[in-house]
Nanobody, 123 residues
Framework: VQLQASGGGLVQAGDSLRLSCAAS????????MGWFRQAPGKEREFVATISWSGGSTYYADSVKGRFTISRDNAKNTVYLQMNTLKPEDTAVYYC?????????????????WGQGTQVTVSS
């Protein structure tokens, strides 16, 4: 699976952004997808995951209620809608794919990673 993330940018606190991750290769609809992020000087952390069917989602507490993960299997794309952005959301955001049907929150569960897209939120 090859993953291409896009949609990052520089925004102000309170603004919204939507990240996209286009997948190619392995049957996209049979993979769990996730978003992770890495802030400067910090380890990469889990943000959100969605099951292959889209029926199950799970979020990190830090983004719950503000971010929404979704997928369009017909377009082989997963999205991360980010609302009410905060400066602490500033990070490089990575999408990842796991060859499983249920949600996954650990990096080790994911076999494929995109290149990352930078999100910068100014105060």
């Amino acid at each position: 699976v090859q993953l291409q993330a896009s949609g990052g940018g520089l925004v102000q606190a309170g603004d919204s952004l939507r990240l996209s991750c286009a997948a190619s290769g392995r049957t996209f609809s049979r993979t769990t997808m996730g978003w992770f992020r890495q802030a400067p000087g910090k380890e990469r952390e889990f943000v959100a995951t969605i099951s292959w069917s889209g029926g199950s989602t799970y979020y990190a507490d830090s983004v719950k209620g503000r971010f929404t993960i979704s997928r369009d299997n017909a377009k082989n794309t997963v999205y991360l809608q980010m609302n009410t952005l905060k400066p602490e959301d500033t990070a490089v955001y990575y999408c990842a794919a796991a060859p499983k049907y249920r949600i996954a929150t650990y990096e080790r569960e994911y076999d494929y990673w995109g290149q990352g897209t930078q999100v910068t939120v100014s105060s």
